[in-house]
């Protein structure tokens, strides 16, 4: 079956420092979503990336979906103790409607 | 507009029991996915509903179930509970043909 996979997979990083999570697909997505799960919450979307090669900023944050649209990468430049988390990269799968598969996550640690 | 509620938010049941969740998705969204997180297998789907109709479903033993009702409210059902059934059970609704998923804060169940 469909297969996304994330690195890494914890990730340590002293404040102010940059982060990358990325996300690789084992089939051709059309779109892919992102999201982030803070401590003791529940995932809550993010964004969308729809376009091969598409790269969209939020703020501190950097998406980019690859141009085989197999995969992706979320960057954060100076990372705060508010990005703590883990995030999740998802695409829809092969199974068809609305069926997603989620990565298997990075969860981010911003020491102070 | 109020966003995914689940109920109840936390369980502790004995093992060779059974349970019903519940999920009331946001207004206008009319599929509802289902979700077990756990610390070691990440986020897995369960099954999503459309309509009244499972249209995917997820690599499950038969003891859970779940439904749709004509209101887009969905149940999801575990039978003959074990201590494995333990986890964080996610709803999440979508608008038909979208593939954004967004997130209830999740069901606590602990099997004893």
């Known amino acids: 079956g ?18 990358t999570t ?17 401590p003791g919450g529940h995932p809550v979307f993010l964004i969308q990336l729809v376009k091969s090669g598409e790269v969209k900023k939020q703020k501190r944050l950097t998406f980019q979906f690859g141009e085989a649209k197999k995969n992706s990468s979320l960057h954060i430049t100076a990372t705060q103790t508010t990005d703590v988390g883990t995030y ?25 | 507009k109020a966003g995914v509620t689940q109920t109840p938010r936390y369980l502790i049941k004995t093992r060779g029991q059974q349970v019903t969740l519940s999920c009331s998705p946001i207004s206008g969204h009319r599929s509802v996915s289902w979700y077990q997180q756990t610390p070691g ?6 099954f999503e509903y459309f309509s009244e109709t499972q249209r995917n479903k997820g690599n499950f033993p038969g003891r859970f179930s779940g439904r749709q009702f004509s209101n ?17 059970y996610l709803c999440a609704s979508s608008l038909k043909g979208e593939y954004e998923q967004y997130f209830g804060p999740g069901t606590r169940l602990t099997v004893t």
Not at chain 1, 2 to 18: L, R, S
Not at chain 1, 27 to 38: A, V
């Open chain 1, 2 to 19: 469909q297969q996304v996979m994330q690195i890494p997979q914890y990730q340590h990083v002293q404040e102010g420092e940059d982060f």
């Open chain 1, 22 to 38: 990325y996300c690789n697909s084992s089939t051709t997505l059309s779109n892919i979503q992102w999201y982030k799960q803070r």
């Open chain 1, 88 to 112: 999740f990269c998802a695409g829809p799968d092969s199974g068809g409607y609305q069926k997603v598969t989620f990565g298997t996550g990075t969860k981010l640690q911003v020491i102070p």
């Open chain 2, 41 to 46: 297998q990440g986020l897995q789907f369960l």
């Open chain 2, 72 to 88: 887009s409210r969905s149940e999801m059902n575990v039978s003959t509970l074990e201590l494995g059934d333990s986890a964080l």
